[in-house]
């Protein structure tokens, strides 16, 4: 009795369960364990999946589809990521199709187009209506068209019920076709035919071509390429641009020759990514203090799978994960090099690339689709690349054989993935993904969050401390300035106390650099009219618009809508709207007019959306084209520049006043971050930092560089108030379009949730922000003590959710989960 094999899918859909599909015959010796397939979905949809799991059990609840094709001849996902997808899915509450979604890259997964085709053999009967006419009349033309060129030939709004109508009356058929995201770069190339691999022929073509000049020219040029007509050069190819910059010839020419089979031209598959021409460099010895650092943590390795690096900034850490990656190498092991934010990468790349040179990856979001599908193939195949610097997204990598994680700035937040799901924290995930590998985990960072130094007090984690910088340089000196004072005096200059112009003119004056430090983009946070106090706010969100100068206009940062400057108050009619605040784009404006000389240059997420605009700011800065960088948060984290003396935090309040139970870690970590960018490779700096409050305990902690002060003083708040370390956190988003219903939805799962777990739950309440793109938001937070199973708290949720999302009045609900929130 022939036995029937069936294939579990996970499928592209946000549905909290996989898809068994029935493997044909011919398939059953091509499919592996993550392997890509196509299947039908439904009536029409056609996806490309991943095999999760193989067996010979029917399912009873539906009658099972076949794979259509298998893409892969070997699986495209490992069995140790399809492990991590699990985990994943599990312990952020979402489902393995959108971690399968997050993790490929677009290139890896295919889409379905709906495609209408003309029936050429249909004949009619006379019975069309005047709208099938037009849809018929434009495919006899066209022969296949998209339901949405339809809609826009036809002017139907809707076209579908009319092209449903035809396909009754087979007057027309639909296919899916499957688009492929993802095409190899190719490079023309020029190779002598093999005929032509005689001394003869070759003699003979010179003759024949004594006549055509120019084909003659191109035929020496190639010769002189390939490095002369001798029989061991016969089978080398040159690239067809090198073959025209050399001899002038077009296209045309060339073509000549193939035509005439003295040349062939075949495509050559070539990477997207730059290869590296530079000479590779041995790393540095390391100094007493690193080489102390480095031999303590290969020690605590011996017994501990995670190690915290403490290491003040400009102490030197990257040289010691250079020194550690090289050990990994030469032990035939991969590494992986986590940063928080692409800014960071362009630094520290130029850095490894000289040590590593084309054995070092980079995988991030300002890559092209191609470009990262080349890099997911690489590690897969285990070809060039032995070590991966990259942001969150690239713990899902298809890694084997990983020895070392390394994860740099370990304290950021940007670590965490907000929207879509998975909302993953990929430190913590990177940790897990090191424990399936048996490798080890190197968190550095000058400020350790207080969940990572808790379980360095816990002793789960080993802790290597560095507190001397590099090259014995000082640590900068940080000086306040009470901001209402220097109001109540008149010795601002626009948003600039007295001490901190006068600071940027002495550092001017000596050739040195300075970095501004405001977080907040744009020319103003708000308009507001004096009159009647409107403030323009976003048609789609709860919040009010930026003022952007540069483009004049009012742009939303949470939707993105735009519109253009008002000119008189829409509440009243006043023209009296007055900006209100101040953002990286007004302080450039100002800096511009107190320092006319100097050469300003701005990084936000406005100026360095992609990757050449990063590189060339960070280069800019570096070779002393920029005097005065101003940014956002983006400057904090790990840059490292020549002679930078000063650092202006220009509003720390701002940080500090933040509604959240994590704003005074934060503002230390912020703080301390952006003045360790004074002073380095140089001479002590010097950080001016912009308060009405220089009393803060945050701000004496960073002026003292009190790290464990700091620790201490808040971990006793947050066990006072059951929040992290202490306690886990899950919020459950609610949304919905109507606010009533989304009040009404959460009210209900509110108490139902209490029903359950009693004190543990905190609201329904609405956000800071509590509408997003026209959806309302209310937020409810589980606060969970320790000792208690998270697995079965998790369990519960996922049967309150059902319940509330199955409930008649609820069912267009939307309720997100976020576990372990930021």
């Not at 499928?11 to 890509?36: A, D």
């Not at 985990?441 to 080993?462: F, R």
């Not at 959306?609 to 984290?637: A, P, W, Y």
């Not at 938001?777 to 996922?798: A, T």
């Amino acid at each position: 009795m022939k036995t029937t094999y069936f294939a579990d899918i996970i499928l592209p859909v946000p549905l909290p369960r996989l898809f068994t599909y029935e493997i044909p015959e011919e398939y059953i010796t091509h499919v592996e364990l993550g392997s890509r397939v196509i299947v039908p979905f439904g009536k029409k949809k056609i996806y490309s999946g991943i095999i999760y799991a193989l067996h010979d059990t029917k399912p009873e609840d539906y009658e099972t589809k076949e794979i259509l094709s298998v893409l892969d001849e070997h699986p495209a996902v490992n069995e140790i990521q399809l492990n991590f997808w699990h985990w994943i899915a599990d312990y952020y509450m979402c489902t393995l199709g959108e971690v399968y979604k997050a993790a490929l890259p677009s290139g890896l997964k295919l889409e379905s187009e709906t495609k209408v085709h003309y029936n050429q053999d249909w004949l009619p009967d006379g019975t069309l209506t005047a709208k099938e006419n037009i849809v018929l009349d434009y495919l006899a033309e066209k022969k296949v068209a998209t339901i949405q060129e339809l809609n826009g030939i036809t002017e139907l709004k809707n076209s579908l019920p009319v092209v449903k109508s035809l396909l009754e009356k087979e007057a027309l058929f639909v296919s899916e076709k499957l688009k492929e995201g993802y095409k190899p770069k190719t490079k023309k190339i020029i190779r002598l035919s093999e005929e032509y691999h005689k001394e003869q022929k070759i003699q003979n073509a010179f003759t024949d071509l004594s006549r055509a000049k120019k084909q003659l020219e191109v035929l020496m040029s190639f010769f002189t390429l390939i490095g002369g007509a001798h029989p061991d050069n016969f089978s080398k190819t040159i690239d067809k641009n090198d073959l025209k910059d050399r001899s002038g010839a077009s296209s045309a020419l060339i073509k000549e020759l193939v035509k005439k089979g003295i040349f062939e031209e075949f495509d050559e598959q070539v990477s997207r990514l730059s290869k590296s021409n530079d000479t590779l460099l041995g790393v540095h010895t390391l100094n007493q203090p690193q080489q102390v650092a480095y031999d303590s943590i290969k020690q605590q390795f011996e017994d501990k799978n995670a190690v915290l690096l403490h290491g003040v900034t400009s102490s030197g850490k990257t040289e010691i994960y250079i020194h550690l990656i090289k050990e990994q190498i030469e032990l035939g092991k991969k590494v992986l090099y986590l940063l928080p934010e692409i800014a960071l990468t362009t630094q520290i790349t130029s850095r490894l690339k000289r040590v590593f040179g084309d054995e070092l990856g980079i995988y991030h979001s300002k890559y092209t689709d191609a470009e990262r599908v080349e890099v997911w193939d690489d590690v897969l195949n285990n070809k060039n690349y032995k070590v991966i610097i990259g942001v969150r997204s690239s713990v899902f990598l298809p890694f084997e054989n990983l020895g070392l994680i390394i994860i740099d700035e370990e304290h950021e937040n940007t670590y965490k993935q907000f929207d879509p799901a998975p909302r993953y924290h990929a430190r913590d995930a990177a940790i897990v993904l090191a424990h399936m590998h048996g490798a080890k985990v190197l968190l550095g960072t000058a400020t350790p969050s207080l969940e990572t130094y808790q379980n360095v007090q816990l002793k789960k984690y080993g802790l290597v401390e560095l507190f001397e910088r590099y090259e014995g340089i000082k640590m900068p000196e940080i000086v306040t300035v009470n901001v209402r004072d220097e109001v109540r005096k008149k010795k601002m200059s626009s948003h600039f106390s007295s001490v901190l112009i006068q600071q940027m003119n002495d550092a001017l004056e000596k050739g040195e650099k300075v970095i501004l430090f405001q977080n907040r983009r744009g020319f103003s946070p708000y308009l507001e009219c004096n009159q009647c106090s409107w403030v323009p706010k976003c048609d789609y969100c709860d919040v009010s618009m930026t003022y952007h100068k540069q483009i004049n206009q009012l742009t939303c940062h949470y939707c993105g809508n735009s519109y253009a400057l008002p000119r008189v108050c829409k509440a009243c009619g006043s023209p009296s709207l007055q900006t209100k605040g101040f953002g990286t784009e007004k302080i450039e404006e100002d800096i511009k007019i107190i320092f006319p000389d100097a050469k300003v240059a701005r990084m936000d997420l406005d100026t360095a959306r992609t990757r050449k605009s990063h590189e060339t700011l960070i280069g800019n800065f570096e070779r002393g084209e920029v005097d005065i960088l101003i940014g956002t948060q983006m400057i904090s984290k790990g840059l490292d520049f020549d002679h930078v003396s000063t650092v202006g935090i220009l509003n720390a309040d701002s940080m500090l006043n933040y509604p959240d139970f994590r704003a005074f870690e934060r503002s230390f970590q912020l703080m301390a971050q952006v003045s360790g960018r004074a002073g380095r490779k140089n001479k002590q700096g010097k950080v001016i930092i912009q308060t009405s409050n220089p009393d803060n305990p945050v701000v004496v902690d960073v002026i003292n560089n009190n790290f464990l002060n700091h620790f201490n003083s808040q971990m006793e708040e947050r066990q006072a108030f059951k929040y992290p370390p202490y306690y886990r956190l899950i919020h459950l988003t609610v949304k919905h379009r109507n606010a009533n219903t989304a009040n009404q939805a959460s009210d209900y799962l509110g108490e139902y949730l209490r029903s359950i777990f009693s004190h543990r739950v905190v609201g329904p309440q609405a956000p800071t922000i509590s509408k997003i793109q026209n959806w309302h938001l209310r937020k409810i937070m589980l606060k969970i003590e320790p000792g208690v199973s998270l697995n079965k708290i998790k369990g519960l949720l996922r049967d309150a959710i059902t319940t509330l999302v199955t409930h008649p009045g609820f069912k267009a609900t939307v309720v997100q989960a976020d576990v372990d929130p930021m």
